[in-house]
């Protein structure tokens, strides 16, 4: 936890090389953790949480490829801890967070078509919440994000109506 808000720190202060580094250091080492305790599910929810941000990191850097196998994982370990509590809204949460990572990296590495399923997954999710608390700002923010970013991935692999109703319904919330 504190290697982390290093790491953001070093974020922060525009040393990127570093923070990439150090965040690396801690996924190893919290990969390492869940090897051998593998019941432990904050564990495994750390790591992909870890590999979330890797990827955060990596699309900052330009480096999209390497940011899709990171985000891909997250996704991936997210989706395997979700399917052991469908109701567990904080994993449901990551997960889609972790999605709409996975789909920020596609256009940028010349793979806008591979992003829509991602956002799409966010926001079927981040519907779900949006329509049981429609007063929460942060729930209608995370869902005009994840339409707009469906909407501009539509738009860029050759779906230009739907990619316009998703990003106009994305603006109106």
Same mark, same amino acid.
């Given at each position: ?18 923070? #990439?580094?150090? *965040? ?5 080492? +919290? ?9 432990? *599910? ?16 990596? $699309?900052? /850097? ?10 891909? #994982?997250?996704?991936?370990? #997210? ?20 999605? $709409?990572?996975? /789909? +920020? ?7 806008? /078509? ?40 539509? $738009? ?16 109106? *919330?």
């Amino acid at each position: 936890v504190i290697r982390s808000a290093l790491t953001r720190l070093a974020f922060a202060a525009g040393d990127a090389r570093a923070a #990439l580094e150090e *965040l690396l250091e801690v996924a190893d080492g +919290m990969n390492r953790l869940v090897e051998q305790h593998p019941v432990r *599910l904050s564990f495994r929810r750390a790591a992909a949480e870890l590999e979330r941000d890797i990827a955060v990191a990596l $699309i900052q /850097g330009g480096r999209d490829e390497d940011a899709i196998a990171h985000a891909d #994982l997250a996704v991936e370990n #997210l989706r395997e801890l979700a399917s052991f509590d469908d109701s567990d809204d904080t994993v449901r949460s990551r997960l889609a967070d972790a999605d $709409i990572v996975a /789909g +920020m990296a596609r256009p940028q590495a010349g793979r806008p /078509g591979e992003a829509v399923p991602c956002f799409r997954a966010a926001r079927t999710w981040i519907e779900g919440q949006h329509a049981s608390r429609p007063e929460d700002a942060s729930t209608a923010g995370q869902l005009g994000n994840a339409l707009c970013s469906e909407g501009l991935a539509e $738009i860029a692999s050759g779906a230009t109506e739907s990619g316009r109703a998703h990003a106009r319904s994305g603006v109106e *919330l």
